[in-house]
């Protein structure tokens, strides 16, 4: 920027020299101006594209959703229970039956066409032996890629609604009805019902969870029941809803419950519980 020494010789240059020296001043501001635009739209179009390429990426790169229906081969498009077996494959149970995906192939098994001996399929799980059981509303079956065998009351079950399935460390296999828990060794069937105040702390048992000890734990309609092989243990909340189980998941050192009103951890650290409520939940919108 150039800026002019003013002599004031007659009021006539006094003007000349002053209205120059204004518009050097404006035009230096403009051009501060335009530059400070054009670095501004810069700024706002590296950003815009950044966030473009990271969209595309976290969409297409790092995740990728594929939905299966019945166009794909489903048995049906309600779907209650999944679980993957040891060759891989995936089991789907739906209410209308069993699909089996493989990882490029559908395969249905159907009440009419399988041995399955019920068609609306609530809890699925996978033994040591890879062995598949279901659970239905009418029994339970069991398929060993063969052969298909059924169970129900008659056989030792106490209840034909079945609930959840879960296997032990010891190869039993675990059933939670509305009337209580069955367990079948694979010869031999037992019962467990709620007895006064020991054994269950409700028989309306909705889902099973095993731990890394082999403890099993049972989530009611009515609190939580532990079972250590030996000793039966109940965890009743003040809060109602959280007595309402519906789902368990279990770590090494943590117990997961979800209830009806959020999720529940029970905390084992060298033979102290604390149980801590947790009603957060996340949200991921797909696209």
């Known amino acids: ?22 518009q050097n001043i404006i035009q230096h501001i403009m051009g501060l101006k335009l530059k400070l635009l054009a670095l501004l739209f810069i ?9 473009t ?24 498009n309600e779907i209650f229970a999944l679980a993957i077996d040891k060759q891989g494959a995936l089991w789907i149970g739906t209410e209308y039956g069993i699909t089996k995906y493989d990882g490029n192939t559908f395969q249905k098994f159907q009440q009419s066409s399988s041995g399955l001996i019920y068609h609306s399929v ?8 890879n062995n598949k059981w ?13 052969t298909w065998l059924s169970y129900t009351t008659d056989f030792g079950l106490v209840d034909n609604y079945i609930n959840s399935i879960a296997v032990d460390g010891y190869g039993n296999i675990w059933f939670a009805t509305p009337e209580g828990v069955s367990r079948f060794d694979g010869l031999n069937w037992k019962i467990f019902v709620k007895q006064g105040d020991s ?22 309609e009515f609190g939580i029941s532990k079972f250590d092989g030996n000793h039966w243990t109940s965890y009743i ?29 029970l905390i084992i650290r060298a033979g102290i519980r604390i149980i801590m409520k947790m009603d957060w939940h996340t949200t991921k919108y797909m696209p």
């Open 134 to 146: 279901f659970g239905t509303s009418e029994g339970v079956s069991k398929f060993d890629g063969t």
């Open 1 to 22: 920027m150039q800026f002019f020494k003013i002599k004031f010789s007659d009021d006539n240059k006094k003007v000349v020299h002053l209205i120059s020296y204004l």
């Open 199 to 220: 054994i269950l702390v409700n028989n309306r048992v909705k889902t099973i969870g095993v731990d890394s000890s082999n403890n099993l734990w049972l989530g009611t």
């Open 53 to 76: 390429k990271n969209s595309k990426s976290n969409n297409s790169g790092t995740e990728e959703w594929t939905t299966y229906t019945t166009k794909q081969g489903l048995s049906s």
């Open 43 to 51: 700024i706002i179009g590296l950003v815009a594209i950044s966030c």
């Open 122 to 129: 609530h809890s699925i799980a996978v033994d040591s032996d």
């Open 237 to 265: 909340q003040t809060d109602n809803s959280l007595n309402y189980i519906l789902s368990i998941a279990c770590q090494s050192t943590n117990i997961w419950f979800g209830t009806l009103a959020g999720v529940e951890k």
